[in-house]
Every structure is written in structure tokens, then in C-alpha cells.
């Protein structure tokens, strides 16, 4: 079937249907409509899938669809068009230009945590290019794939655009066509199998995939307006966002502050009991649950009923155990006192040596070495994953796991061991900004990064001493938003980028073209043979050059 998919979609694209203007536009203006007039449909299929607020759903989603699908319709007309380049004088009289064209047929594997936005969006910048499009939607968002597997053939060309639903089955079947360009979105663990099968066809691949993106924050920032920002860009669909602030480092002055005034942020966005809350969504499913679950400090979740007194008390040992490990280990990490708390270089302890762990469907970045003397430990918290500010609670049924702040987490926490995607912010402190740099650049490149203060000087040492897919001035998400901003990561949070024009290169192909006039045929001067005369003339002409 998969295979039928891509040589249908192979036949009409080497028709020539999807190359003129008016094609591409029609798809485009189809596309808008799509999203526009099954608004209540996809929030209702968000909702069943994620548990999304319908706000989220029309501001996050369908309108940031919409919003690219004519941002890139209206500019196909200067984007297609030739773009003369100056040709070497030696080679006068003679012109040069470059044109777009399209890959081909194009495979976009998108995940589910916002199953609409990363399903069209990348399928908009595709449509523009004038390719024909395979969409393979997650699975993990069975209702959102369902929709739109039912809607994109009735509004978009169906011989030139397909969705192919399934699990890995159908996504490995996929892989195996030789696509010319293939976009996936999801983790690490998933964008290495995708670039594998890939290389066996030499397809081009964009991989946009994660990381922990980190937040730093000084005291020069406006506490309040930090923390509001850092909660909405944090727990916007229940922190399952890939470029949500992953974790904080702030310094010693603001870091407590901080932490609590984010908690009030967080009433003040979803009340007293976010459980409650319309505006408050819930974790896809039981897997990603229970890993959420084990990210928090031991005890804070309750094990699930034991099916014996005897596996209870088993249970009950384990998890006594568990917590005195942990706590041993923070007070014999934070041994020092005084001069770990004051940054001291004289008292630094080796630096341990980070794992690997998978998060959220997909192998996400991991701790390096850190030195314990860049994070402070603060007193009064035995627990790794640091101290619950606010939140914590859980409701398996649901899948709710609340808003939660840990404060004076432990760089060796498990919370820092791998891409959180979840409604989990853990809080370090951190000596100051160069010690931050440090921390991060030990670190897997994040494919977001963000900074709150108003110091030029740190802002300007960040820009030039961190690599990240974007940088954000106290802003998070906000690149996210934009069409006429690429998107997209650096070393393992992602190759290549989206958006707008960006979008729009990435599934084409920019060709060279050259021309020369047959009369007068001026390269005669430099074909064989190769007399004195000419050699003088060569050297001539590289004084010249």
C-alpha cells in the first residue's frame, strides 16, 4: 500500500501537475480552508488526543497554519522567479541566474504533540515548492490523524497529496521508497533511523527534534514578567512543546524568588487547582505518564495499588530505599559548604559523567560532565530532583500531571538526565552567567535557548559563546511563531530549518543556470594547445582576478 502511495504520487509529480503557480496556489488557498472551516472539529480531536484547550488548539495550531499557507502563497511569485548572479569577467559576454525548483516527492513524518501545526505547516512550505506530499501523522494522536487522513482529500489534489496512517510498520515501509526529500519531526532516536534509511536512497533529510532548552535567569530582569513568561512558555500544552524552557539555571540572588513567583504565575494562569482548569491539558499517554512520574522527587507519586501485601511491602522498602540513596548522594555531592557555595574553583569535586536516556517517544539529549561547583546546592534539600515549590500531584486516570516547580534540583537528578516534555520545571542555581555558559555548552546544543536580563554584556556573551537552533531575549516560543523566522536545531537537536522562505528552500531545489552567446566565442583564448602566448596571457589575467 505504501508503496502504491509513493508511485502514485511519483507519476503525478513527473506529470508536471504540481510545478505551475496557479496549481500551488489553489493547493495553498485549499489549505487555508482546510484548517479554517473544520475548526471545531480539530479541537475536538485535540482535545481527545492531549486533552488540548480549544484556545491552544486555534492559536498554537490552526491559525499559525493558515497564517503560513498565505504568508508563503503570497511571496511564490518573487521566490520562483530568476535571480541573476554576476558572471567572471573572463567569461564576458555571458549571464548567470539561479531558479527553484521543485525536490519531487516529499515524505513529512510528524509527531503528535501538535499533531495539526507539524503536519501542514512543513506540508504548506512543500506545497509552495510544488512537490507532491506523503503525510505520515503519529499514531500516538489516533484522532487527529483520523481527521486528517478524512479531510486532506477533500480539499487537497488527491493524486498529489496523500496521508498514510499507521505505527512503525507503515513509517518503516515508507522510508523504504526513495522520496526526495524526507521531514520528520520527533526525537533523536527516531530522526537516526529515519537519516539511516534515508542515506540508502542519498535522500536529503530535515530532522527537527529536541533537547533540553535552558533558561537563565540574573537579577537584572523583571522577576515578575520572567516568571509569567517562563510559566506560559513552559506549560503551554502541559509542557509537551519541544522548544519549552527546559529547565532554569538563575543565580543565587533571584533563584528562590523566582521559583515561588512562578508558582503564582501558575495560579494565576490555571487557578488553585489546575486539575480543574479549561486551560490546562494532560499527557498523551500512560508511557509518557509514568516516566514523568519517575522525574519527580521520590515519594511525591504514589505507586499504583499492589496486587499483594506482599508486593506492598516489597514496594514500600524499594521506594525507602530509593529516597535514602537519593538523599545520601545530595549531601555527599554538596559536601564543600561554604566554598561550593561561593563558585570556588579550589573546591570543585570531578566532574561526573552524564548518560543517555530516551524521553518522550525519542532519544533526547543527555547530561555531559558537569562540575559540581558551577550549581549550588542549596540547603535544606536532600532530594535530587530538588525541593516541590508547587504542584506535584498526579491522577493516573486522567493522565494530569500538575504544573510542577522543583527548586536547588541536582545537575545528577534524573529530571536533568534527559528532555523533560512534560509539566516539570526544575530550577538550579548557578554561580552567574559564565558560569551557565559552561553548564550549557557541556551539554548536547539544545534546539532553543533563553536568556532574561537586561545586561547587555550577558546577552551579547550568550549570543557569541552558546550554539543553539535559536536564541531567545525573554522571549520563549516566540521563533516558533513566526513565518519569516527559520526554525529549526543544531547538531543533535536537528538538521535544517522551516518557515517561510526557509521552508520553502528546504524542499526545493536551487539550480544554477549559465549561459554564453555562440559568437564571439571568446574561450578560444584558453583551449589547447597551450603556447607562450597564452601563458603570458593567463598571467595577465590572474593579476587581474
Known sequence: MTNQTFEQL?????????????????????????????????????????????????????NLVAGEAQFVRNRLSLWTARHPKAMHWMLQPAAGWTIAEPKGVVLIISPWNYPVL???????????????VCLKPSELSPNTSKLLAE???????????????????????????????????????????????????????????????????????????????????????????????????????????????????ITEFYGEDPKASPDFGRIINDRHFERLCKLLPVGTVPPEEPSSPLVQVASAVGAAMDMVGRRFNA?????????????????????????????????????????PSEIHKVPGVFDLAGRIVCGGKVDRAARYIAPTVLYGTSPDAPVMKEEIFGPILPILVVEDAESAIRFINKRSRPLAAYVFSRDHEVRLTFERQTSSGALGYSLPLGHLLSSRLPFGGVGASGIGTYHG??????????????????????????????NEAKAKLFDIIAKFS
Open 151 to 265: 479531510l486532506v482529500p477533500q480539499y487537497l489534489d488527491s493524486e498529489a497529496v496523500r496521508v498514510v496512517e499507521g505505527g512503525p510498520k507503515e513509517t518503516g515501509e515508507l522510508l523504504k521508497c526513495p522520496f526526495n526529500h524526507i521531514f520528520y519531526t520527533g526525537g533523536g532516536h527516531v530522526g537516526k533511523i529515519v537519516m539511516r534509511a534515508a542515506a540508502e536512497h542519498l535522500t536529503p533529510v530535515t530532522l527537527e527534534l529536541g533537547g533540553k532548552s535552558p533558561c537563565f535567569v540574573n537579577r537584572t530582569a523583571d522577576i515578575n514578567v520572567a516568571a509569567r513568561r517562563i510559566a506560559w512558555g513552559k506549560f503551554t500544552n502541559a509542557g509537551q512543546t519541544c522548544v519549552a524552557p527546559d529547565y532554569v539555571l538563575a543565580t543565587p540572588d533571584v533563584a528562590e524568588a523566582l521559583a515561588e513567583r512562578i508558582a503564582v504565575a
Open 118 to 132: 507539524l503536519a501542514l505547516e512543513p506540508m504548506a512550505d512543500a506545497l509552495a515548492a510544488g512537490n507532491a
Open 10 to 62: 511519483k507519476k503525478t509529480y513527473e506529470s508536471g501537475r504540481t510545478r505551475p503557480l496557479a496549481w500551488r496556489r489553489a493547493q495553498l488557498n485549499a489549505l487555508r480552508r482546510l484548517v479554517t472551516e473544520n475548526r471545531d472539529a480539530f479541537v475536538s480531536s485535540a482535545m481527545a488526543d492531549l486533552g488540548k484547550p480549544a484556545a491552544e488548539t486555534v492559536l498554537m495550531e490552526l
Open 501 to 530: 522562505k526557509a521552508g520553502f528552500l528546504t524542499f526545493s531545489h536551487v539550480k544554477t543556470v549559465v549561459t554564453k552567446p555562440q559568437f564571439p566565442d571568446t574561450l578560444r583564448l584558453v583551449y589547447p594547445p597551450f
Open 331 to 371: 549531601v555527599t555531592t554538596g559536601r564543600g559548604g561554604a566554598g561550593e557555595m561561593a563558585g570556588s574553583a579550589n573546591n570543585a569535586a570531578k566532574p561526573t559523567a552524564g548518560s543517555n536516556m530516551a524521553a518522550a517517544d525519542d532519544g533526547a539529549t543527555a547530561s555531559a560532565a558537569v562540575e
